[in-house]
């Protein structure tokens, strides 16, 4: 019988989204006979209730160095390396800001870390891969040129896969009537319902969204738009400029501000939408377009790498011109005039997500990265 195998994943924050949700689709659907999670949050929040959820054990350790003193994050090294001991460690997973506190915690041990997001510089990347991983995974081949072209000289680019992130499709898929959902959610089953989901942050592109829902009223006055996130409290001015905007192109009765709300809310809201737009400014792969596009919602998104992977133009929604507000509000009337070419675009989604991102070949990748280094 072959003996479970203790892995440790580094956790960037205790927030529910982006590359922690990435690990935990891993996590749970690990082989658990062959491996055993066991996770490390820097601090209390929501993450920790999906750990618990999912009854994975976790502790707390704050392994984001920068952010620390030299003192603290000698401390913190010396309590994941006892931690590791007790737990029996045979191999570290980290997200990339916490990697580098997390691998002298882990000395001896094979190492993966996970680059989720772009904008890495090589100074950055030399300082975060000092202690060489054996394997570096990014979400995307747009993320693997960025790390390859900034790799230190002692890093082989041989050691850097795309491994594409996955997509439950059995959580994210369209709903059997979309008014009876809308009705649920407490809006308007006859309107046109268009949203953005994700932290609200200005690299998001909530400003642009609001400005095309401006521009689509005046054909669809009472479409619907949907802001759905929460933001971090450094964006709180940007959030209030939001504000400013709804009241200056009189959207007050078209643009709801849900803020946090649960994973099945957030599901429900994309699965009741005509649209999803995200004229992001930066992704490192677009989680939630994918997300939109299993519950057969066509997509208007940023016209970048890597979202040039996640859709496929002109079939399962349009790559648009960034902060072109436009652009972005034609490609929306032009599918909201359109029922049967909205729907069947959406079709075409959900068969995308199906083949290019799902679960089962993520998990398979991975499990295969981690038989390689244990097997050394």
């Known amino acids: 019988m072959t003996k479970q195998k203790t892995i440790f994943y580094v956790f960037s924050n205790a927030e529910v989204g982006g590359g922690n949700k990435v690990l935990l689709r891993l996590i749970n659907r690990l082989d658990r006979d062959r491996y055993r999670p066991y996770a490390v949050i820097p601090e209390a929040g929501p993450f920790e209730q999906e750990l618990v959820s999912s009854e994975i054990p976790f502790t707390r350790i704050d392994c984001r160095g920068h952010q620390m003193t030299v003192p603290q994050a000698a401390l913190n090294v010396v309590r994941l390396l006892a931690k590791r001991v007790v737990q029996g460690a045979s191999l570290l997973h980290s997200n990339e800001y916490p990697y580098p506190l997390a691998a002298r915690g882990c000395a001896g041990l094979r190492k993966v870390c996970h680059i989720h997001h772009p904008g890495f510089n090589s100074g950055t990347l030399k300082w975060m891969l000092r202690v060489p991983p054996d394997s570096i995974i990014t979400p995307s081949a747009f993320i693997r040129d960025e790390v390859v072209r900034c790799l230190p000289s002692d890093v082989d680019a041989s050691r850097v896969e795309v ?184 079709r075409k989604g959900r068969a995308w997500v199906e083949d290019r991102f799902s679960e089962g070949q993520f998990v398979d990748r991975v499990s295969n990265v981690y038989q390689k280094l244990i097997s050394i």
């Not at 996955?166 to 009876?180: L, V, Y």
């Not at 649920?184 to 089953?189: E, H, K």
């Not at 829902?213 to 409290?233: T, Y």
Request: hydrophobic share 35%; charged share 25%.
């Open 163 to 346: 491994i594409w992130n996955p997509i439950d499709t059995e959580w994210f898929r369209p709903h059997h009537c979309q008014s009876q959902l809308r009705s649920a959610l407490g809006i308007d089953p006859n309107c046109r319902h268009i949203c953005i989901l994700g932290t609200v942050a200005p690299h998001k592109g909530h400003a642009c969204f609001l400005r095309m829902a401006g521009r689509v009223v005046g054909e669809f006055p009472s479409a619907q738009f949907h802001i759905v996130g929460d933001h971090r409290e450094r964006d709180r001015p940007y959030v209030e400029t939001l504000h400013d905007t709804i009241g200056e192109l009189q959207l007050t009765q078209n643009v709801r501000l849900w803020g946090r709300v649960s994973d099945q809310q957030a599901r429900d809201i994309l699965a009741a939408s005509d649209l999803f737009v995200l004229p992001s400014e930066e992704e490192g792969f677009g989680l939630v377009v994918a997300e939109a596009q299993a519950c057969e919602v066509p997509v208007l998104t940023t016209n970048m790498r890597p979202l040039d992977e996640v859709v496929d133009d002109g079939q399962t929604g349009f790559l648009v011109t960034q902060d072109d507000d436009q652009e972005y509000a034609d490609r929306a009337l032009q599918l909201l005039r359109n029922d049967s070419v909205r729907r069947e675009m959406g």
